[in-house]
């Protein structure tokens, strides 16, 4: 089953993402075994994260939930969407309303690229393989696209948006 680009559950948030933004769920590991879970809100402008929640353990009762819905989004609170979703991408206020959050100008991106196989160390959490964010000045950030996500269209609408898209095999068609 797969979960269409734009996962809007039906929750009546402060904020909801513009319709043609891509955004999703996803995770990331830092120091070694610790992650931190981001809304990435994806616009032809640029890429932001906004911090969604801290751990995510594989005993949570919300992993299970999120791996038989298949929506990264149930791994997370409504409290915890809704403050993730508290500021506008267009407000001052983002990036110094949490110290995680984070925004990369298209400008300074050099390429998407995307690696299909499952994240080492994920367990039963449910996940659609490895994003990476692949900066100008030789940075590179990994995503790990929370759910079960059309990965395909996912890729497709960033490609829309004008960037440079790239998978394990090569630069998508």
């Not at 891509?22 to 809100?41: G, K, P």
């Not at 160390?121 to 490895?130: I, T, W």
């Not at 829309?160 to 998508?172: E, I, S």
Request: neutral net charge; hydrophobic residues 40%; glycine residues 8%.
């Amino acid at each position: 089953m797969e979960i269409a680009i734009s996962i809007d559950v039906a929750r009546d948030n402060a904020r909801r993402p513009e319709p043609d933004h891509l955004h999703f769920a996803a995770m990331e590991y830092y120091f070694l075994i610790l992650n931190r879970s981001f809304e990435i809100i994806i616009t032809a402008e640029g890429i932001y994260g906004s911090l969604l929640g801290g751990m995510i353990s594989a005993h949570q009762p919300s992993v299970a939930r999120a791996s038989k819905t298949g929506n990264g989004y149930d791994l997370f609170s409504e409290q915890q969407i809704d403050r993730a979703r508290w500021f506008s991408i267009d407000d001052a206020d983002f990036l110094t309303s949490h110290p995680q959050n984070f925004h990369y100008q298209k400008s300074t991106i050099a390429s998407l690229s995307y690696d299909a196989s499952k994240k080492w160390g994920m367990g039963p959490v449910v996940h659609s393989g490895k994003l990476y964010i692949n900066t100008l000045d030789g940075k590179k950030r990994q995503l790990i696209p929370l759910g079960t996500l059309a990965m395909p269209m996912v890729l497709s609408r960033l490609q829309q948006l004008g960037y440079a898209v790239c998978t394990h095999n090569g630069f998508v068609a």
